[in-house]
């Protein structure tokens, strides 16, 4: 495998690891916080509070006894309660011997069952508060599209002179009436390939039909990362003028003509600045969620295009901003579990399945396009860790709930011994996804 393709062009491998690890030391700590303090609302000791694994580089201890520490490895952190044999909180109540009543109830075995539940689950509970939190406030920061589709300012395209003018409503396009801004992208997305499109908006008390540029142009906003287009080295901001020397007026008509091939090679020709030049790549087959479920695979070469104007933006109420954040928390989990399912079953590529260099990837690739996109993307990830650790297998946060629910049920905990083994075939079952999802890393 050609190892440099795994190095984003936009900073090199040092930049991508340092952004992953920053993305992932956030998401531990508030993962971690969680778990200690509700621990210790709930009257369970924590000895320790790890950020990261192996040597320890730094460690203070507090006025409770709860030693902080930073270690060398920034791979993920623990935090260990008084009783517990390990960093996984492992161990059994039977096993704590020579322990006062007041000792034993500080431990997290000897804690009320209520106690040990909502410890374990305010890890993932702080992940998907953290998720809803961050979305919401990007919300309330930049704003979000008006109802309807009103130009706030126009994106200067080469050679094109604009005709639509910040604070007009467009009511209609090509002919098909837009209420709305939904409505408006959807007319958009059926209009001809064409250089310019018929536009009836409201500007003030009159209504006015003019000819601009189609809506959605051929520029490049994003470009996914590990995509044919960034190993191509497409850019941000490039436009593309042609594939394999058809015309391009659209980011619809793009699409439709990287769909259509099928998978064979491509040459872009784009406009950067003052410059011309053309790129060659290969689009790659991609399984994407739909919005009413399911899944649908296309051809894509890994670009997202821009509006013609930016929409006008109001501030979304307190309230709305954390209804939208839970909203998209709620998006990106049932995504994910719907992608695992689809991956069981066979209905989509396992390839989907991304390892720690995908991961790594992404983070940097988020960093490169600009703060906002970087925390935008902890926030997906600290959803996507929040709903991983709530999975019913040992060692991870949702093994022990289910643990506590036996106890519930039967009144009383598994043996100590069918605890050891099922932490055991819980991490092994952890370690060989993990495994599997750096195969696919490195080889799909």
Not at 44 to 65: E, K, N, T
Not at 140 to 152: K, M, P, Q
Not at 200 to 212: H, M, P, Q, S, Y
Not at 286 to 296: C, I, Q
Request: proline share 6%; with cysteine; hydrophobic share 50%.
């Amino acid at each position: 495998m050609d190892i440099v393709a795994l190095i984003p062009s936009f900073g090199g491998l040092a930049y991508t690891l340092a952004a992953f690890v920053v993305a992932l030391l956030i998401i531990v700590f508030v993962h971690e916080f969680g778990h200690y303090i509700v621990g210790r609302w709930s009257g369970i000791h924590a000895d320790v509070f790890s950020i990261g694994f192996g040597p320890v580089l730094w460690s203070r201890v507090d006025r409770r006894g709860t030693r902080w520490q930073v270690a060398a490895l920034p791979l993920g952190g623990y935090v260990k309660f008084f009783g517990d044999s390990n960093a996984a909180s492992a161990g059994h109540v039977d096993e704590l011997g020579g322990l006062t009543a007041e000792q034993m109830r500080a431990t997290m075995h000897g804690a009320p069952l209520w106690a040990r539940t909502a410890t374990v689950a305010a890890g993932p509970l702080f992940n998907f508060v953290l998720s809803v939190a961050v979305f919401a406030g990007i919300f309330w920061v930049n704003g979000v599209a008006t109802d309807t589709a009103t130009v706030g300012s126009v994106r200067p395209l080469p050679g094109v002179e604009a005709q639509l003018q910040s604070g007009d409503r467009i009511v209609a396009l090509g002919g098909t009436e837009t209420p709305d801004f939904a409505a408006f992208l959807d007319a958009a997305a059926d209009q001809p390939a064409a250089g310019v499109l018929d536009y009836t908006v409201e500007r003030g008390a009159e209504r006015v039909t003019l000819r601009d540029a189609h809506p959605l142009p051929p520029v490049v906003e994003t470009v996914q990362p590990d995509s044919a287009a960034r190993e191509a080295g497409v850019e941000a901001g490039d436009i593309i003028l042609s594939v394999d020397g058809v015309p391009v007026a659209s980011f619809p008509q793009l699409r439709a003509l990287v769909g259509a091939s099928e998978g064979k090679a491509l040459t872009l020709r784009l406009m950067r600045g003052d410059e011309t030049l053309e790129r060659e790549l290969q689009p790659r087959r991609v399984d994407l969620p739909l919005a009413e479920g399911g899944f649908e695979t296309r051809w894509l070469i890994g670009l997202t295009g821009a509006l013609y104007f930016e929409p006008e933006t109001r501030q979304p109420g307190p309230v709305e901003g954390i209804v939208m954040g839970a909203e998209q928390s709620w998006d990106i989990a049932a995504t994910s579990l719907s992608g695992l399912w689809h991956m069981v079953t066979g209905a989509i590529s396992s390839c989907n399945l991304r390892g720690p260099i995908g991961i790594a990837e992404t983070s940097g690739a988020a960093a490169s396009a600009g703060l906002t996109s970087f925390i935008w993307f902890i926030a997906m990830l600290s959803t996507a860790v929040g709903m991983m650790n709530l999975f019913p297998v040992p060692v991870l946060d949702g093994g022990h709930l289910v643990f506590y629910a036996w106890e519930a049920v039967t009144g009383k905990p598994p043996t100590a011994k069918a605890l050891r083994v099922l932490m055991t075939v819980g991490l092994a079952a952890i370690l060989t996804l993990m495994a599997f999802a750096l195969s696919n890393d490195l080889f799909c």
